[in-house]
């Protein structure tokens, strides 16, 4: 994790984070931004509710991160007691004065919802088989729970999908996951092209103070593997935050 702004300390071209490990995701997000502003019209005063793998899900994160900018959003959070959101993604959330609420029960929110966003339980993610097996079947929404949803419901998934979402849900024309996708192809082209064209300005990647003597406590961040990265970190009163992976590290 953190890998996509490691390369692009070096590299003498812009680099484009298509997904680090289960951190961030945000070429999706802005697809999924897309999509609502396209599909509901607006980005504040949404009640979105978000289902799945939550702690290991580089979509959700992102993208609860960019909807906590707009005005009037609602997050409902769907997930096993295993497969919550982060404590620093929820932090993030209240820092900006939004409100969240964390359920087990699909049923329960679906009337709720202006959006729901569903991911799949990623095998690649589970340290073993068997908690994988625990987790993947806990959650598919399927033609029953859709009727407890408002008819202006919109349903996003960031694709591929397994068994989370029902195929008889696909003909619902509130599932738009499909077009979802199709939106995606078009963000890409534009921000390749912003890319060519050098027209984004960018930020120094990194702002923190480099600690050497400070290890990143997540086993998944890219510093553990390319050991000659500066040990960055942003200062946050007693804590100090990794600037690859986000990681939290009390001091
Ligand atoms: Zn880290």
Same mark, same amino acid.
């Given at each position: 994790e953190g890998a996509s702004k490691a390369a692009a300390l070096t590299a003498d071209c812009p680099v484009i984070n298509a997904g680090d490990g289960g951190h961030l995701h945000p070429t999706q997000t802005l697809t999924d931004l897309l999509t609502l502003r396209e599909e509901k019209g607006r980005l504040s005063d949404l009640t979105v509710g978000f289902c799945g793998d939550l702690k290991n899900g580089r979509t959700v994160h992102s993208l609860l991160k960019a909807l906590s900018c707009f005005e009037g959003n609602k997050f409902i959070l769907v997930s096993t007691q295993e497969l919550k959101v982060p404590t620093y993604i929820k932090d993030y959330i209240s820092a900006s004065g939004k409100t969240y609420e964390e359920y087990s029960s699909l049923e329960e929110v679906m009337p709720k919802l202006d959006v729901l966003y569903m991911t799949r339980i990623q *095998?690649? *993610?589970?340290?073993s088989p068997e908690e994988y097996e625990k987790q993947k079947n806990v959650y598919c929404l399927d033609a029953k729970k859709m009727k407890l949803a408002s008819p202006d419901l919109i349903v996003l998934h960031p694709l591929p999908r397994v068994d989370e979402i029902a195929v008889e849900v696909d003909d619902d024309p509130r599932a738009l996951y499909f077009k979802q996708a199709s939106y995606g192809m078009y963000v890409r082209m534009a921000l390749i092209l912003c890319m060519l064209d050098y027209r984004l300005e960018s930020k120094p990647l990194l702002s923190g103070k480099v600690i050497s003597e400070v290890k990143c406590?997540?086993? *998944?961040?890219?510093t553990h593997t390319e050991a000659y990265l500066p040990h960055s970190f942003r200062k946050n009163g007693d804590v100090l935050e990794c600037e690859y992976c986000d990681e939290r590290i009390l001091i």
């Amino acid at each position: 994790e953190g890998a996509s702004k490691a390369a692009a300390l070096t590299a003498d071209c812009p680099v484009i984070n298509a997904g680090d490990g289960g951190h961030l995701h945000p070429t999706q997000t802005l697809t999924d931004l897309l999509t609502l502003r396209e599909e509901k019209g607006r980005l504040s005063d949404l009640t979105v509710g978000f289902c799945g793998d939550l702690k290991n899900g580089r979509t959700v994160h992102s993208l609860l991160k960019a909807l906590s900018c707009f005005e009037g959003n609602k997050f409902i959070l769907v997930s096993t007691q295993e497969l919550k959101v982060p404590t620093y993604i929820k932090d993030y959330i209240s820092a900006s004065g939004k409100t969240y609420e964390e359920y087990s029960s699909l049923e329960e929110v679906m009337p709720k919802l202006d959006v729901l966003y569903m991911t799949r339980i990623q *095998r690649e *993610r589970f340290g073993s088989p068997e908690e994988y097996e625990k987790q993947k079947n806990v959650y598919c929404l399927d033609a029953k729970k859709m009727k407890l949803a408002s008819p202006d419901l919109i349903v996003l998934h960031p694709l591929p999908r397994v068994d989370e979402i029902a195929v008889e849900v696909d003909d619902d024309p509130r599932a738009l996951y499909f077009k979802q996708a199709s939106y995606g192809m078009y963000v890409r082209m534009a921000l390749i092209l912003c890319m060519l064209d050098y027209r984004l300005e960018s930020k120094p990647l990194l702002s923190g103070k480099v600690i050497s003597e400070v290890k990143c406590t997540n086993p *998944r961040c890219i510093t553990h593997t390319e050991a000659y990265l500066p040990h960055s970190f942003r200062k946050n009163g007693d804590v100090l935050e990794c600037e690859y992976c986000d990681e939290r590290i009390l001091i």
